[in-house]
T-cell receptor, first 114, second 114 residues
Framework: EAQVTQNPRYLITVTGKKLTVTCSQNMNHEYMSWYRQDPGLGLRQIYYSMNVEVTDKGDVPEGYKVSRKEKRNFPLILESPSPNQTSLYFC?????????????FGQGTRLTVV | AQSVAQPEDQVKVAEGNPLTVKCTYSVSGNPYLFWYVQYPNRGLQFLLKYITGDNLVKGSYGFEAEFNKSQTSFHLKKPSALVSDSALYFCAVRDWGGYNKLIFGAGTRLAVHP
């Protein structure tokens, strides 16, 4: 089954404790991205990757890091989480880098930073 | 600035009645438009897209959307609503200023009552 898998689904952590949210896709997609979803704001892009070792900032990259060492994996790293990073996070992948194909989304990671 | 507006936070309809979820957009360049649906505790699922061609686009689960260039709108419609259609709906447009990035509206919660 074609899917994007994120882990963990739920995470409660304390301010400053480094964490990683994993994302993996099995569709051989070139393009992957991370979004955060906040009430009333829709989804906003954090980082994206067009291919292995090619990543760039989205609209809200502050406080986040990513890496793309393999085509299928695109982890999101919070080096020093803060309460304003409490949010619902989604990883997504798409076949095309031209923006004309649909994105496949993971099930989301609900992060709470206390 | 490129943007997407979903003017209604919530839409309520009775089962069996037609439904419309509104979306307007502002984008420089050709509009690539998408609708996604989010069920509780799930990731976003693709419903339909407009890239080019016929203004009436048909998608999953009986949904369709009409692209109207003069009104810069892309409203989502369904002739007969089901209770199972109750979910959060997002309109999105490709951001030509960002590589393959989607700009999402804030979302519209659809409630279909029996």
């Amino acid at each position: 089954e074609a899917q994007v898998t994120q882990n963990p689904r739920y995470l409660i952590t304390v301010t400053g404790k480094k964490l990683t949210v994993t994302c993996s896709q099995n569709m051989n997609h070139e393009y992957m991205s991370w979004y955060r979803q906040d009430p009333g704001l829709g989804l906003r892009q954090i980082y994206y990757s067009m291919n292995v070792e090619v990543t760039d900032k989205g609209d809200v990259p502050e406080g986040y890091k990513v890496s793309r060492k393999e085509k299928r994996n695109f982890p999101l790293i919070l080096e020093s989480p803060s309460p304003n990073q409490t949010s619902l996070y989604f990883c997504a992948s798409s076949l095309s880098t031209q923006g004309d194909t649909e994105a496949f989304f993971g099930q989301g990671t609900r992060l709470t930073v206390v | 600035a490129q943007s997407v507006a979903q003017p209604e936070d919530q839409v309520k309809v009775a089962e069996g009645n037609p439904l419309t979820v509104k979306c307007t957009y502002s984008v420089s360049g050709n509009p690539y438009l998408f609708w996604y649906v989010q069920y509780p505790n799930r990731g976003l699922q693709f419903l339909l897209k407009y890239i080019t061609g016929d203004n009436l686009v048909k998608g999953s689960y009986g949904f369709e959307a009409e692209f109207n260039k003069s009104q810069t709108s892309f409203h989502l419609k369904k002739p007969s609503a089901l209770v199972s259609d109750s979910a959060l709906y997002f309109c999105a447009v490709r951001d030509w200023g960002g590589y393959n990035k989607l700009i999402f509206g804030a979302g519209t919660r659809l409630a279909v009552h029996p």
